[in-house]
C-alpha cells in the first residue's frame, strides 16, 4: 500500500490542489490531505471548515482522507506513518520556498522525502490568496474552485 501526504493551508481547497489530488492518485494508493492549522495566522476559512469542505468535495473517493494538524510536518507524517510528501509546482517562483522545505524536513526527519507535482497549465497562475481576493470584491470565482468551495466562499462574503 503506497501512501502520501499532501499538506498545505487549503485555504480554500482550489482546482489547482484537486488537479495536485487527482495527479498524486494515480501513483499512490492512499493520500491523506493534511490541513495546516498555524496559530500565528488567520486564515479565512477555520480549519474545521476547510477540512468539511474537502471532504465534501472528495466524498466519493475513500483512499483520500483528511485531517487537520499543528506543529511540525514531519512528526505529523511520522504519526501518520507516512514518508512521502506530496507537494504542487506551478512556476519557478514555488520553488525556493519548496527546495528550503523539502530539505528542511529532511533533515529533520531522513526518512521523509517531498515528491512534486507539476500543475495543468491552466492553473499556474491559480492560488487560494488570489481566489480570496477576487471573492473579497464579489467576483466571479467559478472557474476557480469545486462547486461546494465556490458556495461557502460566497456565504462567507454575503453573496449569491
Ligand atoms: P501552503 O501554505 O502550505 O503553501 P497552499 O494551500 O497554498 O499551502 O499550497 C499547498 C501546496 O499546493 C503547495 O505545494 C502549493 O505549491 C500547491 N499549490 C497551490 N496552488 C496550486 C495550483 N494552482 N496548482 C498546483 N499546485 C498548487
Do not use: W
Amino acid at each position: 500500500m503506497k501512501k502520501a501526504l499532501y499538506p498545505g493551508s487549503f485555504d480554500p481547497i482550489t482546482n489547482g490542489h484537486v488537479d495536485i489530488v487527482k495527479r498524486a492518485c494515480r501513483q499512490f494508493d492512499q493520500l491523506i490531505l493534511g490541513v495546516i492549522h498555524n496559530p500565528a495566522k488567520t486564515p479565512l476559512f477555520s480549519v474545521e471548515e476547510r477540512i468539511t469542505l474537502i471532504r465534501e468535495v472528495f466524498k466519493d473517493q475513500p483512499n483520500i482522507t483528511v485531517e487537520g494538524f499543528q506543529g511540525l510536518l514531519v512528526d505529523f507524517a511520522k504519526q501518520q506513518e507516512v514518508f512521502t510528501i506530496v507537494r504542487g509546482l506551478r512556476a519557478v517562483s514555488d520553488f525556493d520556498y519548496e527546495f528550503q522545505m523539502a530539505l528542511t524536513n529532511r533533515e529533520l526527519c531522513p526518512e521523509v522525502d517531498t515528491v512534486f507535482f507539476m500543475t495543468d497549465i491552466q492553473y499556474a497562475y491559480l492560488s487560494s490568496s488570489v481566489v480570496r481576493q477576487v471573492a473579497q470584491y464579489k467576483g466571479d470565482v467559478r472557474a476557480f474552485l469545486p462547486a461546494p468551495v465556490e458556495a461557502a466562499l460566497r456565504k462567507k462574503f454575503g453573496y449569491e
